[in-house]
């Protein structure tokens, strides 16, 4: 079966300190891997997306994520953490083959900043 | 700016009630899908449609429909509304086609049925 986890329901940092988020999958082949934010009330906002090639991918506010083929992980990183970070940040995987119109979500993580 | 839209952002239904979500978008895209989202459970999806007047079931279909009329409207309906329906929907659009793209989420409707 097809699955995303992230194994921390909870991240709290301190500002200024750099963030790590976890992400794993079980996904058939190749798939392409995308990391989102949700603040309060709100739908969900496009962070970045790995499609091929180098392994750390950079996106939006200063974040980043780096590709582990080996162990089917995909971390969303950032150097310096800010208040402002703070929201619920969800990681999915579309396949590129069979099924490959799905979207598969992780349960998602709350980051918490603290000043 | 890419753009999906949700008819209400909060509602309030009575239980036995028949509710509709709309959802419209406005970038051409084949998949639509709707989601609820609950806390600790993440996202989980009701339907999906990759075309016009074609839908499939995701993993909690139960108590819910769906219609596809249109290429840019993707409507949820529960036909008779209960308590545990009540939570945050969310709809999405993607391509079919280019299928490196990411997806694209409304606002959300936060939904009670009391």
């Known amino acids: 079966a097809q699955s995303v986890a992230q194994p921390e329901d909870q991240v709290n940092v301190a500002e200024g300190n750099p963030l790590t988020v976890k992400c794993t999958y079980s996904?058939?082949?190749?798939?392409?891997l995308f990391w989102y934010v949700q603040y309060p009330n709100r739908g969900l906002q496009f962070l970045l997306k790995?499609?091929?090639?180098?392994?750390l991918v950079k996106g939006s506010y200063g974040f980043e994520a780096e590709f582990n083929k080996s162990q089917t992980s995909f971390h969303l990183k950032k150097p310096s953490a800010l208040v402002s970070d703070s929201a619920l940040y969800f990681c999915a995987v579309r396949p590129r083959v069979y099924n490959f119109n799905k979207f598969y979500f992780g349960s998602g993580t709350k980051l918490n900043v603290k000043p | 700016d890419v753009k999906v839209t949700q008819s209400s952002r909060y509602l309030v239904k009575r239980t036995g009630e028949k509710v509709f979500l709309e959802c419209v978008q406005d970038m051409d895209h084949e998949n639509m899908f709707w989601y609820r989202q609950d806390p600790g459970l993440g996202l989980r999806l009701i339907y999906f449609s990759y075309d016009v007047k074609m839908k499939e079931k995701g993993d909690i279909p139960e108590g819910y429909s769906v219609s596809r009329e249109k290429k840019e409207r993707f409507s949820l309906i529960l036909e008779s509304a209960s308590t545990n329906q009540t939570s945050m929907y969310l709809c999405?659009?993607?391509?079919?086609?280019?299928?490196?793209?990411?997806?694209?989420f409304g606002p959300g409707t936060r939904l009670l049925v009391l």
């Open positions: 999405a659009s993607s391509s079919r086609v280019r299928e490196q793209e990411t997806q694209y």
């Open positions: 996904v058939s082949g190749n798939p392409y």
């Open positions: 790995y499609i091929t090639g180098d392994n």
